[in-house]
């Protein structure tokens, strides 16, 4: 190998590395403590009837996906049924009595963040998850995508997971509800984690 190609390979080399480490510091999980139901609270907003956001829905259109693995939560700041038991998701069959996201809701979820409907590609999706009390309401719809590593599949594995503690009592319905969409990566078994 002549000395240009060794200086080439040495350069690829260095590249990758930076590359890894840009990637592994940017991506780590920012710890965030447990926080008591008394505190989520004073951020709900009431939406009318028997739902509430968890924050304010600043935005209905230029939604971003600059936070992945999180939504844009000026658009999705998650909402949850306030009328909802432990006993109740924790029945089974639950989350599908629930269930109702029709297509057009699905269409403007699309539209809001700018991404082209692609089967297979993407879903919606709750950000608080039907089977911890969240609801089908815009502001806690966004887009998912099925061919990341941290996209839905694996979100839906925390869900699961985050639903199940809720049941056994191992975590308060609110804090799965606010951890599940603003910081569900800390309970991947890969971060530490029990899911």
């Not at 004073?42 to 999180?70: E, F, S």
């Not at 699905?106 to 879903?123: L, M």
């Not at 309401?137 to 998912?144: F, V």
């Amino acid at each position: 190998m002549n000395k240009r190609g060794e200086h080439y390979g040495i350069y690829l080399i260095i590249a990758a590395i930076l590359i890894f480490i840009f990637i592994a510091t940017t991506q780590q999980d920012k710890p965030t403590p447990t926080i008591p139901a008394a505190q989520i609270t004073p951020n709900i907003v009431q939406t009318g009837g028997n739902q509430q956001t968890l924050g304010t829905r600043n935005k209905t259109a230029d939604c971003t996906m600059n936070n992945w693995p999180y939504p844009d939560f000026d658009c999705t700041p998650g909402a949850i049924f306030t009328n909802v038991t432990v006993d109740q998701i924790c029945t089974p069959g639950y989350s599908a009595s629930v269930r109702d996201v029709p297509e057009s809701l699905k269409d403007k979820v699309y539209t809001e963040y700018n991404i082209i409907r692609i089967p297979y590609a993407f879903e919606v999706d709750h950000c608080i998850s039907l089977e911890i009390a969240g609801s089908n309401d815009i502001s806690n719809l966004w887009i998912e995508s099925y061919n990341d590593s941290m996209g839905a599949r694996t979100k839906d594995r925390v869900e699961n997971c985050l639903h199940r503690m809720v049941c056994n009592k191992t975590i308060s319905l609110p804090q799965a509800q606010y951890d599940v969409c603003h910081n569900w990566t800390k309970y991947l078994k890969e971060n530490g984690g029990t899911c």
